[in-house]
């Protein structure tokens, strides 16, 4: 890294950050953030930066530090970038952060537990949303980490925290022979049509479980509280099959993924409704069509008391 000219909050993540020199390009900066990477940034793209949502902000940083880690080189930030700024699908967050996970583990040794990790580096908008990616992945035998238990400092419930991931033999065996991408991803952790069984993901601090075949799209569940599963199990399908049928494939997973958050988290006792909260939304950008938002606000109307 260049020497430092100054510091700065970081214009991705706000966390302090060092500007580098740049050559004489008065309207281009250059930073380096121990969060986001290096990165280079124009100026009308700051300002726009500005008004920006925090979310936006937060699928930035993950370009930059992904680049930056994968390529060794900085990424430019220009107006473009925030303006066609996505998120990614749950699948391919899962993707990410395994396979970062396998290269690190390469780099420091089996067994190693890999810290210093921020949310904002895998396309997470909030931390609750990274530690729901860390709990899949410890329930898909991915990996494991350690848990903490804190009392609250304001005397209420305990506060959990979780650090330190550190990828499983097995899942490294997986990545060692062959996982390169999304695809292969899917194939080894979340393809059903070999055996015809649905993938099953336990979740932890929940005594449900959410099963969903990803071949055809069918829902089902086993259920240990009081909400009707069935029901549910309904308005499910509902929503899916409302889909418009020119919706394309990598739509259908994405209304698939964040169909499975809301089964799973309405169902667990330590049900988080941020989560809820915002895969609905996804779900509900996701097609305009009146049948489609009419299954949804279904969903809504039944799922609602749940969110008190």
Do not use: W
């Amino acid at each position: 890294m260049c020497v430092s000219v100054g510091k700065i909050n970081c214009y991705l993540c706000s966390k302090i950050a060092d500007i580098l020199p740049h050559g004489e390009d008065a309207v281009i900066t250059r930073v380096h953030c121990q969060n986001c990477g290096e990165y280079v940034i124009t100026g009308q793209a700051i300002l726009n930066l500005r008004n920006a949502p925090i979310d936006i902000k937060y699928i930035l940083s993950s370009q930059t530090f992904e680049n930056y880690y994968y390529e060794q080189k900085p990424l430019t930030i220009k107006t473009d970038h925030i303006q066609d700024a996505k998120d990614i699908t749950f699948l391919e967050k899962l993707y990410k952060l395994s396979y970062y996970l396998y290269n690190e583990t390469k780099i420091r040794g089996v067994g190693s537990k890999i810290d210093g990790i921020s949310h904002s580096q895998f396309y997470c908008k909030n931390n609750d949303e990274y530690l729901y990616i860390l709990e899949t992945l410890k329930s898909m035998k991915i990996i494991d980490f350690e848990k903490i238990i804190n009392p609250s400092v304001t005397g209420g419930d305990c506060i959990s925290y979780y650090r330190s991931p550190t990828m499983l033999s097995n899942a490294m065996i997986n990545f060692e022979s062959g996982i390169n991408n999304i695809e292969d991803f899917r194939k080894v952790y979340m393809t059903t049509k070999d055996n015809g069984n649905p993938i099953s993901l336990n979740f932890p601090n929940s005594n449900n479980q959410f099963n969903f075949n990803t071949g055809d799209g069918n829902f089902t569940a086993v259920q240990n509280n009081s909400i009707d599963i069935k029901e549910l199990n309904t308005l499910l399908e509902n929503i899916y099959n409302s889909l418009p049928e020119d919706t394309d494939n990598k739509v259908r997973e994405e209304v698939k993924e964040n169909l499975a958050i809301i089964q799973s988290e309405v169902q667990s006792p330590n049900r988080k409704n941020t989560i809820i909260k915002n895969s609905y939304n996804v779900l509900d950008g996701i097609a305009k069509t009146t049948g489609f938002l009419a299954s949804l606000a279904k969903l809504y109307e039944f799922i609602q008391p749940y969110l008190q």
